[in-house]
Structure formats: structure tokens, C-alpha cells
């Protein structure tokens, strides 16, 4: 299966659904609610994920996540895609965050298992091997912003909205934005913008750093879309290999450094003493 739809996935055409296999808490197979294309020409190597579930604003539901874990998956083992790229197939919406009404629906053990498998994703995203960018077109709310921030690279229209909302639902950013948002836009503005909610328009993102790039939305409501493309157009005739590695060295150097010397030193100073380290 794996290696005929990666096959699939590689072919010039229009977008492919992807239909996963049966989910956590329904067991039954949904319709498809993304798409995955892999582009040709002079754009070989990008590959693009849609999010396309018009009736919930592409809200994080069981469904939606088991495809887009499932595509992860798949898409993680072809050495042909030079760059993955998220978008939305709404016009207007990127990802208006986790499905709070089929959470409603949920006990309370189902819920602990679907924000499990929610912050799993966000890890996925994270750990792709290959340069991730995110499009967001319009509205990124909640764990629709951790989707982005999951991802490498942001690219907004200038007139998307986006935040990490939980606070203002009596919840807290549960698929990793409480440590990705102060990695990207440090501590004291992490928490002033998930102790307010507030939310930022793509230009106010822009300037703080949240996101890469900001742009003008045009009238087909997909210009981060295009700008997001022009950049993937950019990292294709870089070594792959090297660009991967880079990404690696990247996120790796942003963890603490795991040696003994460094627990070792950070005793020492506790303890008031000269550190012995040993080089391990």
C-alpha cells in the first residue's frame, strides 16, 4: 500500500485523496478531507497537502488528523520530496483549530487519546525529514496555529488572523504552541500572547516575527499560497541532502545539549563548586 500510493503520489495530474484507514473513536473509514499532489515541471520535488473540509473550517477532527497522519507517513519515506507545503482548499480558512464540537461528543479518556494523537501530529509535522511551509490564507486559530508553528516556514496573507486562542475557551494550547511560540518569538511575548488570546492579523505576525512572510490577499484568496510556492521554489536547487542535515543541526542546536559535562555543570553551580568534566 505504502509504496503504491507513494508511486501515486509522484505522478503529474490533479489533486489525490488520501481515505485512511478506520479512527479512533468513530472506527470507520471518513471521507477524504485532504488531498495530496506532487507537483512537476520546474516545481518537481514540491510536494502539497490540502486540508479541505469546508464544513468545519478545517477543523482538527479524528478524521481529518488520521489522514494527515497517514500522508506523513507515507510522504516521510519518498526521497523525492524536496519540500512539503500545507495549505487549505477554503477559501478564507487555513485551520480553524481542534473540532470543539465532536471533542464535545468525546469522554473524558477519548479526549486525553485525540489531544494525544493531536500533539503526535504536531510532532510529525515537526520531525518531517524535508523543509515544511505553511500557507495560511485566512483564519489559523488555536491548534490550527500549531500546525503552522509545527511547520518550518510561515507564510501569511497579510489579512489572515491567527492566535492561540485556548484561554478565551477555559483550555490551554495542548498540541506543543506553549514551547514552539516562545522558541520562535521568545518567553515574555509567548505568554503575553497566550495568557490574552489575542489575535494578530498577518501583518501584525509578520512584524514580530511569527510568521516569514506577509502578503496582500488577492481576489482568488490564495496569495500566501503563491508566496508560499515562490519559497519552496527557492529551497529546490539547493542540495537536498545538505538542506535536510541543515534542518536537522537547526532544530537539534534549539534542544538542550544532551551530555553528562552539562549536567555536571549545572551541579557545579548549584553546589558552588569547579565543574569535573570528563568530556562525555
Known amino acids: 500500500m505504502l509504496r503504491a500510493l507513494t508511486s501515486a503520489l509522484r505522478?503529474?495530474?490533479?489533486?489525490?485523496?488520501?481515505?485512511?484507514?478506520?479512527?479512533?473513536?468513530?472506527?470507520?473509514?471518513?471521507?477524504?478531507?485532504?488531498q495530496v499532489r506532487a507537483l512537476t515541471?520546474?516545481?518537481?520535488?514540491?510536494?502539497?497537502i490540502l486540508m479541505n473540509r469546508p464544513s468545519a473550517r478545517n477543523a482538527l477532527g479524528n478524521v481529518l488528523v488520521s489522514q494527515l497522519l497517514e500522508a506523513l507517513?507515507?510522504?516521510?519515506?519518498d526521497q523525492q520530496v524536496r519540500v512539503l507545503l500545507f495549505r487549505s482548499g477554503v477559501k478564507g480558512v487555513f485551520c480553524a483549530g481542534a473540532d470543539l464540537k465532536e471533542r464535545e461528543q468525546m469522554?473524558?479518556?477519548?479526549?486525553?487519546?485525540?489531544?494525544?494523537?493531536?500533539?503526535?501530529l504536531m510532532n510529525e509535522i515537526a520531525a518531517f525529514p524535508a523543509p515544511t511551509i505553511a500557507a495560511m490564507d485566512g483564519f489559523a486559530l488555536g491548534g490550527g496555529l500549531e500546525l503552522a508553528l509545527a511547520c518550518d516556514l510561515r507564510v501569511a496573507a497579510s489579512s489572515a488572523v491567527m492566535g492561540l486562542i485556548e484561554t478565551t475557551r477555559g483550555l490551554l494550547p495542548g498540541a506543543g504552541g506553549t514551547q514552539r511560540l516562545p522558541r520562535c518569538l521568545g518567553v515574555a511575548l509567548a505568554k503575553e500572547l497566550i495568557f490574552t488570546?489575542?489575535?494578530?492579523?498577518?501583518?501584525?505576525?509578520q512584524a514580530l516575527g511569527l510568521v516569514n512572510h506577509a502578503v496582500s490577499q488577492n481576489e482568488e484568496g490564495?496569495?500566501?499560497?503563491?508566496?508560499?510556492?515562490?519559497?519552496?521554489?527557492?529551497?529546490?536547487?539547493q542540495a537536498p541532502i545538505a538542506v535536510r542535515l541543515g534542518k536537522v543541526a537547526i532544530d537539534r542546536g534549539m534542544e538542550?545539549?544532551?551530555t553528562?559535562?552539562?549536567?555536571?555543570?549545572?551541579?557545579?553551580f548549584r553546589e558552588k563548586r569547579p565543574p569535573r568534566f570528563v568530556g562525555k
Do not use: K
Request: charged share 25%; proline share 6%; hydrophobic share 35%.
Open 256 to 258: 538542550n545539549i544532551p
Open 73 to 77: 507517513a507515507q510522504l516521510r519515506e
Open 11 to 34: 505522478l503529474p495530474g490533479p489533486w489525490r485523496s488520501l481515505r485512511t484507514r478506520g479512527c479512533a473513536s468513530h472506527g470507520a473509514t471518513g471521507d477524504p478531507e485532504i
Open 107 to 120: 469522554s473524558e479518556a477519548e479526549v486525553g487519546i485525540f489531544v494525544q494523537r493531536l500533539r503526535g
Open 260 to 268: 553528562q559535562d552539562r549536567l555536571e555543570g549545572m551541579a557545579a
Open 222 to 237: 490564495n496569495a500566501a499560497y503563491h508566496r508560499a510556492l515562490e519559497l519552496a521554489q527557492e529551497i529546490l536547487p
Open 41 to 48: 515541471g520546474r516545481d518537481q520535488g514540491i510536494t502539497e
Open 197 to 205: 488570546g489575542r489575535r494578530l492579523s498577518g501583518a501584525q505576525a
